[in-house]
């Protein structure tokens, strides 16, 4: 069965730093398309950062390009990708999921409905 856990959440100051863990079981995540996705109460599912399957291409949103990097290290920690998030602000509070993309490719604009095995989320407030 594929899952997704995510971890790493939690509360940080403005400006701070949180790097979040997208751990896969029951597939093989270098041969994936990973994507991170956001979702704040209120608001849609939003797209953040994308890594290819085939040669680890990273693709991001404007929203976060240049204070977010994703990355996977396939020789150390295969079935792991990375959230690395810079310079935290108060509108990226939200609840912070990973998920397979479906064709093994990273198309911008990010959309959920072409991701699927989603894991649970997890938290991340920034405060001012």
């Known amino acids: 069965q594929v899952a997704l856990v995510e971890s790493g959440g939690g509360l940080v100051q403005v400006g701070g730093s949180l790097r979040l863990s997208c751990t896969a079981s029951g597939f093989t995540l270098p041969y994936a398309a990973i994507g991170w996705f956001r979702q704040a109460p209120g608001k849609n599912r939003e797209g953040l950062a994308c890594?290819?399957?085939?040669?680890?291409?990273?693709?991001?949103e404007d929203s976060v390009k240049g204070r977010f990097t994703i990355s996977r290290d396939n020789t150390n920690a295969p079935n792991t990708v990375y959230l690395q998030m810079n310079l935290l602000r108060p509108d990226d509070t939200a609840v912070y999921y990973c998920a397979v993309e479906r064709l093994a490719l990273c198309v911008l604009p990010l959309m959920p409905a072409d991701f699927g095995s989603w894991g649970q989320g997890t938290q991340v407030t920034v405060s001012s």
């Open positions: 890594i290819s399957s085939h040669d680890s291409s990273t693709y991001y």
